[in-house]
């Protein structure tokens, strides 16, 4: 009972584990996505101001 217990509270702890770092993983690909998007859309700005009379 005891060797069950801890193999539960090892694969709880692992689950834990895996579920933050995709977390983090989720966290960062937005971080980024956004932040290209905002480059986009800025360098888009430049554009449309240098042909603008």
């Known amino acids: 009972m005891v060797l069950k217990c ?5 694969c709880v702890t ?3 584990k ?3 770092n ?7 690909w937005h971080f ?3 932040l290209s998007l905002v ?6 700005g430049v554009a ?3 042909f603008t009379p």
């Open 48 to 50: 449309v101001a240098c």
């Open 6 to 10: 801890a193999i539960s509270n090892l």
């Open 39 to 44: 480059f986009t859309v800025v360098k888009l």
């Open 22 to 28: 995709l977390r983090v993983i989720q966290h960062a």
């Open 32 to 34: 980024w996505f956004q």
């Open 14 to 16: 692992l689950a834990r």
């Open 18 to 20: 895996l579920t933050n």
